[in-house]
């Protein structure tokens, strides 16, 4: 069973950048369409960025279009997020999730927050 562990949270202040990582293991990570997801307090969980099996499609949220790059490694069996120009709305639970449906696309996982496997999530706080 594909277990996921995300990485690379913290407290970072307005403007600075942070690199998230989603580390698989019990699988390979690309047989999955990976996305990051975020929640915080009192809102629904949302899509920010999804990526294809090999990369080659990226999906992202209008909020954190041109700031966040989502990227993977599947030698390493990684996925990373890389967030810069961070705003104190950013603030929230980051969660990587992986699916392995044939026919899922970037766009639909995104946002219909599919999956079948999800990590535990690591907390990102953007604050002066």
């Known amino acids: 069973q594909l277990q996921l562990v995300e990485s690379g949270g913290g407290l970072v202040q307005p403007g600075g950048s942070l690199r998230l990582s989603c580390a698989a293991s019990g699988g390979t990570l690309d047989d999955y369409v990976i996305g990051w997801f975020r929640q915080a307090p009192g809102k629904e969980r949302e899509g920010v960025a999804c990526?294809?099996?090999?990369?080659?499609?990226?999906y992202y949220i209008d909020a954190v279009q041109g700031r966040f790059t989502i990227s993977r490694d599947n030698a390493k069996n990684t996925v990373y997020l890389q967030m810069n120009s961070l705003k104190p709305e950013d603030t929230a639970i980051y969660y990587c999730?992986?699916?392995?449906?044939?026919?899922?696309?970037?766009?639909?996982?995104?946002?219909?927050?599919?999956?079948?496997?999800w990590g535990q999530g690591t907390q990102v706080t953007v604050s002066s």
């Open positions: 999730a992986a699916d392995g449906s044939l026919t899922i696309t970037t766009h639909a996982m995104c946002r219909t927050k599919s999956g079948d496997y």
């Open positions: 990526i294809s099996k090999r990369g080659l499609a990226l």
